[in-house]
Every structure is written in structure tokens, then in C-alpha cells.
T-cell receptor, first 115, second 114 residues
Framework: AQSVTQLGSHVSVSEGALVLLRCNYSSSVPPYLFWYVQYPNQGLQLLLKYTTGATLVKGINGFEAEFKKSETSFHLTKPSAHMSDAAEYFC?????????????FGKGTKLSVKP | EPEVTQTPSHQVTQMGQEVILRCVPI?????FYWYRQILGQKVEFLVS????????KSEIFDDQFSVERPDGSNFTLKIRSTKLEDSAMYFC????????????FGDGTRLSIL
């Protein structure tokens, strides 16, 4: 069975500081990995995805994530936080074999950005 | 950019009543999904739909739930007899046919059961 663990339900950084949101996954097949962001009262917006190929993937709003198979991790980073980055971030795993690609989400990490 | 639209944004229903949540997926997408998010909890998969039939469903998706694609554009989730614990945000998502394409989510319907 697949699962996703996000360490830290709440992360607080200062504006301009590095953002690091952690995600570890468990999957018996090569995973497809995603980060979604949820602003208050809105749906889930895709930040970035890893399917195959380059393990460092770049997404929108300056975010990037690196797939590390040996560590079963897919941590999300941004060099310099902006106030507008305050939101909840969800890591998700999927495989497109027999399951038609349903996503398994982590519990989410709420990011706060202090001025 | 095309998007998934969901209506209504907020639905208030008495316990025991039927409710239908509506979604219009992105027009050329082939896979459709419903997820729910109970307040303060993680997003949970309910059901996936492809080629006019359910392809996978979770344990949450019991006999009280059903999905339908009544025409070429809408995708609906019906809860036959709502319970208090059905109160949640319900998200619809759709995905194009290629396996490496991501799911695109709507803004959700907040369902409140009284």
C-alpha cells in the first residue's frame, strides 16, 4: 500500500528565508509524486510533479522538489519565502498502473510566513 | 487556462436528505475523481471514473454514494441519505489521458449536514 508522510503539520519561516517542507513516501511501484498548494477557501493547485526523468523538478512560484529514491523523499524547497506563500501544502503519491491514478495525500503542512 | 468548475460552492442539507454535487471537468479530460476533506484532516480519495464506469473506489465510497456522468460535460456525486459525518469539502478532479499528466482540481463544494 502507498502512503505519504509529511513531517511537521505547521512550519513558520521569516520572509526571505529558505522554505523546506518534508515529504516521505512509501510505494511498492515507481511512484509519481506531486505537491499541491491550497490557499484558504480554494481548491488544490498543482505546484510541481515528478513522473520520470530528471529528479530535480521545478514548479510554479519558485518552488522545486527533488526525488530521492534512496531516501524515499520528495522534499519541497524555495530559496526565499514570500508572504504570498502562506498556505497549506500537500504532498501526494500516485501510480498509474491498475489504480487509474488516484492520489494518496499526506496530512498537509501549513506554511506561515512572518514579515 | 481551462479549469474544473464545481457547484454549488456551499451546500447546506438536513441529515437524511439526498444531495447532488456537480462538477464540470476540463473538456478533453478522460479520468474523473472525487475526493473529500473533512475539516482539519487530509484529502481522501473517494472514487475514480473512466470510460463511463467506476474504475476504483475507496472504503469511504459505500452504497450511499454514487457517481454519474449524465452528459458529455457534467460529473456528479450523489449522497443518498446524508449523515452528519458527511460534512466535508468535496473536490472534483480530472486528468487527461496520458499517464504522466496531473490531476486538476476544482475549488470544492463545502457540504454542511445539519
Amino acid at each position: 500500500a502507498q502512503s505519504v508522510t509529511q513531517l511537521g503539520s505547521h512550519v513558520s519561516v521569516s520572509e526571505g528565508a529558505l522554505v523546506l517542507l518534508r515529504c516521505n513516501y512509501s510505494s511498492s511501484v515507481p511512484p509519481y509524486l506531486f505537491w499541491y498548494v491550497q490557499y484558504p477557501n480554494q481548491g488544490l493547485q498543482l505546484l510541481l510533479k515528478y513522473t520520470t526523468g530528471a529528479t530535480l523538478v521545478k514548479g510554479i512560484n519558485g518552488f522545486e522538489a527533488e526525488f530521492k529514491k534512496s531516501e524515499t523523499s520528495f522534499h519541497l524547497t524555495k530559496p526565499s519565502a514570500h508572504m504570498s506563500d502562506a498556505a497549506e501544502y500537500f504532498c501526494a503519491v500516485s501510480h498509474y498502473g491498475g489504480s487509474q491514478g488516484n492520489l494518496i495525500f499526506g496530512k498537509g503542512t501549513k506554511l506561515s510566513v512572518k514579515p | 487556462e481551462p479549469e474544473v468548475t464545481q457547484t454549488p460552492s456551499h451546500q447546506v442539507t438536513q441529515m437524511g436528505q439526498e444531495v447532488i454535487l456537480r462538477c464540470v471537468p476540463i473538456s478533453n479530460h478522460l479520468y474523473f475523481y472525487w475526493y473529500r476533506q473533512i475539516l482539519g484532516q487530509k484529502v481522501e480519495f473517494l472514487v475514480s471514473f473512466y470510460n463511463n464506469e467506476i474504475s476504483e473506489k475507496s472504503e469511504i465510497f459505500d452504497d450511499q454514494f454514487s457517481v454519474e456522468r449524465p452528459d458529455g460535460s457534467n460529473f456528479t456525486l450523489k449522497i443518498r441519505s446524508t449523515k452528519l459525518e458527511d460534512s466535508a469539502m468535496y473536490f472534483c478532479a480530472s486528468r487527461a489521458g496520458l499517464s504522466n499528466q496531473p490531476q486538476h482540481f476544482g475549488d470544492g463544494t463545502r457540504l454542511s449536514i445539519l
